[in-house]
Each structure stands twice: as C-alpha cells, then as structure tokens.
C-alpha cells in the first residue's frame, strides 16, 4: 500500500488547511488510518484516528475540537480538517495505516504503511 500525503502550507494562526490522504493498492476501509505529526527536534506524536469502519474517531487533546478525521470511500481518500491553527500545529504531518485489531490507535510503531509527509507551517 502506498500512501501520499498533501494539502500542507503556510498559514496565519487561526487559519484553516485541510490534508489529503490517498491511497494506492489497498483500501482505507480495510485499515485504521492515523495522522501524526513531527516537528524540529520533536518525537513524531500522535494526532487523529480514524477507526476502519469509519465509526470512531480519536484524537490527540492539543487537538480535539479543532481537528477533524474523515474519509471519503470512493475517493479512497482520509482528510483531516485543521481548523484554528496555532503556531505549535507547526510540523510534517503524516498519514498511516494499521491493521485491523492490531496495536494502539496512539502509538506510531503500530502503523505498517506510512505516507511522505507534508509541511504545515503556522505563523504567529
């Protein structure tokens, strides 16, 4: 499965962006799917989930209410819609996908495919 990753840029605090995530050779509904995030001398952390029924979401808390994970079955796409971003949003966000049953939603060595990556700068 390969995944990339898009939709990054540089916005002003309390900007909107919204990330992609497409999937080639596999489907989303066959695996969870995450977005992570890292930045400068940072650990990558955790920042949604998406369930691979697409019934539940989780999400970091410096992110509830202002995150959103969705996914578009024909499109074979997941989203994650960053609204009222901060300047601590900045990072590479990174799209992923785990098996069914297997490991933490939270915990990125759980994640079997990941996507490249895309830069998301947030200005104070």
């Known amino acids: 499965v390969q995944l990339q990753a898009s939709g990054g840029g540089l916005v002003q605090a309390g900007d909107s962006l919204r990330l992609s995530c497409a999937a080639s050779?596999?489907?989303?509904?066959?695996?969870?799917t995450g977005w992570f995030r890292q930045a400068p001398g940072k650990e990558r952390e955790f920042v949604a989930a998406?369930?691979?029924?697409?019934?539940?979401?989780y999400y970091a808390d410096s992110v509830k209410g202002r995150f959103t994970i969705s996914r578009d079955t024909a499109k074979n796409t997941v989203f994650l819609q960053m609204n009222s971003l901060k300047p601590e949003d900045t990072a590479v966000y990174y799209c992923?996908?785990?098996?069914?049953?297997?490991?933490?939603?939270?915990?990125?060595?759980?994640?079997?495919?990941w996507g490249q990556g895309t830069q998301v700068t947030v200005s104070s």
């Open positions: 050779g596999g489907t989303f509904s066959s695996y969870a």
């Open positions: 992923a996908i785990k098996y069914r049953f297997t490991g933490s939603y939270y915990q990125a060595p759980d994640y079997a495919y």
């Open positions: 998406l369930h691979w029924s697409g019934a539940n979401t």
